[in-house]
């Protein structure tokens, strides 16, 4: 017996979520250098090979055939990104050439009933925007309300859920703090507040001039939350918060990168909804001479050594392909803690991301657990252990439903294997593997494990 079907709320969105830069490929973008990334693969050292060289997995020539595949999921949602550096040249010119791809993708999302959630920047920034500062300059946030104001003339009546920014945590933690993204800068913690504030400012923007076009529109943005625990906490559950050593570079973290963005936009009253971007837990310990988490090479402005819980805890804590703790009780702890709460009031909430990474030849702890350890891994095909993630994040997602947290949809990350950033195209967090050479789509076994949840609204806890 499997068990009864856990329900989801009625109107719940099932989808997946995709970027623009890390599927589409179009040679265009790479070749005329339109974007900060296209050319940022090329500085040797940056992006891990294989890159690809900007082709990622092909979505531009691919559409019909991706477009059948989120249909065949049973998605009544989709997240994708527009491509600000195509779309956007320079001050008021705007490619309409570029635009019809969109057109094609939103009406054929419409026409099966499948409801867009538009990401209006996923982090790749117009090279010409850029080369003068980039979110530094407030021309960059000025020229980003031009072009929602560009994106509202044509889509506003198409598009009711509108994300301003993915993750602006993670731009500026990677851009300004470890300097392992463009711009590249390390600890230039003024810089670092100054990009910030654009950032602010391009989202109230971007928020105003959607809603004078459409005032049902909903706009968030998609915040990465990451589960941070002391080491404290974890080492002796005996001790209390006061008697905590480690307690401090966790409580900063938490402040600074959770918290922080979303207390803004709530100031500028700019905020419809949430978007929840989860992943792993982080836990710290108190260390002022710490290299930085992300680039060992300096040091940390921030007190607090990132611990690897796995050499820690060996037997409690398991891990995927990077090295991440999987850790789905974090998700159920970002979503019902009480600040984000009161925060948010009675705004909803989207698990915008959430997403399990596999590197083929380098399964992870997780996967080896879990499932057959004598499992071939060389592909990531028979992946039941992303079908377990995905189980297990989504029993969290349920448990905080159930107490109380209004949430109405859950995207998984992602559709296809693509380009991960500075890691380039080893990791796989599809649920359709794409060959990176002829970019032939293969469905996972999760991906039919995931089109079963979104057809029954719901899952059963022991289907796996």
């Known amino acids: 017996m499997e068990g009864p079907i856990l329900k989801f709320p009625n109107k719940f969105y099932w989808g997946t979520a995709t970027a623009a830069f890390q599927i589409e490929g179009h040679p265009e973008e790479y070749l005329g250098k339109l974007s900060d990334w296209s050319e940022w693969i090329d500085i040797q050292g940056k992006v891990q090979e294989p890159s690809n060289r900007g082709r990622a997995v092909d979505h531009y020539e691919h559409l019909l055939e991706d477009i059948e595949l989120i249909k065949n999921l049973n998605s009544n949602a989709y997240r994708f990104s527009f491509n600000w550096a195509r779309l956007h040249r320079g001050p008021g010119q705007f490619d309409d050439n570029t635009l019809q791809f969109y057109v094609s993708l939103i009406d054929q999302l419409k026409a099966s009933k499948i409801e867009p959630f538009a990401t ?17 300059n407030p021309k960059t946030a000025y020229e980003f309300g031009q072009f929602t104001k560009y994106l509202a003339k044509h889509f506003a009546h198409k598009i009711k859920f509108w994300v301003t920014h993915n993750e602006p945590n993670i731009f500026l933690n990677f851009g300004y703090e470890s300097g392992i993204w463009p711009p590249g800068y390390s600890n230039e913690w003024g810089r670092y ?8 400012l391009a989202h109230q923007l971007a928020y105003s001039t959607i809603k004078e076009t459409n005032s049902n ?44 963005f979303i207390e803004s936009c709530l100031e500028l ?17 108190l260390n002022a001479q710490a290299k930085d988490p992300a680039n060992p090479q300096i040091d940390s402005f921030l007190w607090g050594e990132l611990q690897d819980l796995a050499k820690h805890f060996p037997d409690q804590v398991k891990t995927n392909s990077l090295n991440w703790e999987i850790y789905p009780e974090g998700l159920h702890k970002v979503l019902t803690e009480k600040k984000l709460k009161n925060l948010l009031e009675n705004r909803p909430i989207y698990i915008t991301e959430n997403g399990y990474s596999h ?11 879990n499932i057959n350890p004598n499992q071939d891994f060389s592909k990531d095909l028979d992946d039941s252990y992303r079908s377990k993630f995905i189980r297990d994040h989504l029993l969290s997602v349920h448990k905080a439903i159930n107490e109380g947290v209004d949430i109405r949809g859950y995207f998984y990350w992602s559709l296809l294997d693509n380009f991960e950033w500075a890691l380039g195209m080893k990791p796989r967090f599809g649920l359709v593997h794409v060959d990176h050479n002829s970019f032939t789509r293969t469905p996972k076994t999760s991906y039919h494990y995931y089109a079963q949840i979104a057809k029954n609204n719901g899952l059963r806890q022991k289907s796996i």
Not at 120 to 136: D, T
Not at 269 to 285: E, H, I
């Open 193 to 200: 507040f100054k990009a910030y504030q654009g950032l602010v």
């Open 359 to 369: 590197v083929e030849n380098e399964p992870g702890s997780y996967a080896k657990t």
């Open 217 to 260: 529109a909903q706009i968030g943005f998609a915040q990465n939350l990451y589960s941070f625990e002391s080491f404290d906490s974890l080492s002796d559950k005996s001790k209390k918060k006061w008697q905590e050593t480690h307690a401090l570079p966790n409580i900063m973290r938490k402040q600074l990168h959770n918290y922080a």
């Open 269 to 285: 009253d700019a905020l419809d909804f949430l978007g929840v971007n989860y992943y792993t837990r982080f836990s710290y310990k």
């Open 120 to 136: 209006i920047i996923h982090f790749v920034l117009p090279s010409w925007l850029a080369k003068e500062g980039g979110w530094e």
